[in-house]
C-alpha cells in the first residue's frame, strides 16, 4: 500500500521560507516521478512544481518560478519543496503525489490526473 505523508507546514510572515517534505513508503520510490501541488480555500487544487524520477528534470508552475525548488532524495525515499519568499497567495494546503505512469510526460506534468496516490497535505499560512 502506497503511503504519501507531507510535513514542514506552518505560519510564516511573507518574504519568509518553509521547506515541506513528503516521505514515500509502499513503492519503489526511484520509479517514478513525483508533484506538489496546492489547494487553496475555494479554489481548485493546481499544480505546484514536479521532479522526474532521477531528479534530473524539474517543473514549476509560473507563479512560483524563481522562488520554490523541488528536489528528492531517493535513498530516503522523501521529496522536499523549499519555498522562498513566500506571499500571502502562497497559503495553501501542499499535497504530493506521485506520477501515476512512472515517467512524467512532458506536456502533462502540470495535470492531476497523471498523478496519483496523494497525500493528506501540510497546511502553509502565508500572513502579510
Known amino acids: 500500500q502506497v503511503q504519501l505523508v507531507e510535513s514542514g507546514g506552518g505560519l510564516v510572515q511573507a518574504g519568509g521560507s518553509l521547506r515541506l517534505s513528503c516521505a514515500a513508503s509502499?513503492?519503489?520510490?526511484?520509479?517514478?516521478?513525483m508533484g506538489w501541488f496546492r489547494q487553496a480555500p475555494g479554489k481548485e487544487r493546481e499544480f505546484v512544481a514536479a521532479i522526474t524520477w532521477n531528479g534530473g528534470t524539474t517543473y514549476y508552475a509560473d507563479s512560483v518560478k524563481g522562488r520554490f525548488t523541488i528536489s528528492r532524495d531517493n535513498a530516503r525515499n522523501t521529496v522536499y519543496l523549499q519555498m522562498n519568499n513566500l506571499k500571502p497567495e502562497d497559503t495553501a494546503v501542499y499535497s504530493c503525489?506521485?506520477?501515476?505512469?512512472?515517467?512524467?510526460?512532458?506536456?502533462?506534468?502540470?495535470?492531476?490526473?497523471?498523478?496519483?496516490?496523494w497525500g493528506q497535505g501540510t497546511q502553509v499560512t502565508v500572513s502579510s
Open positions: 509502499g513503492l519503489i520510490f526511484g520509479n517514478y516521478g
Open positions: 503525489a506521485r506520477s501515476v505512469r512512472g515517467g512524467i510526460v512532458p506536456k502533462y506534468h502540470s495535470d492531476n490526473w497523471e498523478y496519483t496516490d
